[in-house]
């Protein structure tokens, strides 16, 4: 089916962007998925039940890339056919230094659990990752797959030592 060929952005009918307006891509999500919920093809034919199935699998599947700013910077470097090995790695030493800066501090406040320094090394990364995600848009609008590609492997580090760091808040 046609539906099934398009890609994420073609499917929810937004513009290929860095940036997204979530509360748009949720609106069109439930419109597609009230159109194709397999539970409406309930009493269809095997096959129609097995297309309905293919397409809300393939709506869930795009919105679960589109949602994520990591998966969907990936997402539009594979669309524009800029695909790299993973086990390259970034030869940018600044960014290796900060690499191990950030490891040692979340191997610090695992040990002293302070959570006002957790809430604001979180706030830095924070700022880190809205500057990274400018620069992707920027490299975006360039064309510069390559940029984007090292800026991600940066927002990827980011991204990580926040989630590591908000496992150490105490609710």
Not at 163 to 168: C, D, I, R, V, Y
């Amino acid at each position: 089916m046609d539906i099934l060929n398009k890609n994420y952005f073609e499917l929810f009918d937004i513009n290929v962007s860095i940036d997204l307006n979530k509360s748009i891509l949720d609106e069109k999500v439930k419109k597609l998925q009230l159109t194709f919920h397999p539970d409406k093809f309930a009493n269809s034919t095997a096959r129609e039940r097995k297309i309905a199935l293919m397409i809300s699998s393939h709506i869930n599947d795009g919105y679960k890339i589109l949602s994520d700013i990591v998966l969907r910077v990936e997402y539009i470097l594979k669309i524009n056919n800029y695909e790299i090995d993973d086990s390259k790695t970034i030869n940018d030493e600044n960014f290796l230094q900060l690499q191990i800066k950030y490891s040692e501090i979340i191997d610090s406040l695992n040990i002293t659990k302070n959570q006002d320094s957790i809430k604001s090394n979180i706030q830095d990364l924070k700022i880190e990752t809205r500057d990274i995600v400018s620069e992707i848009k920027d490299c975006y609008e360039k064309s510069n797959f390559h940029g984007m590609w090292l800026a991600l492997s940066r927002l990827r580090f980011f991204k990580k030592n926040i989630k590591q760091l908000g496992s150490l808040l105490t609710i």
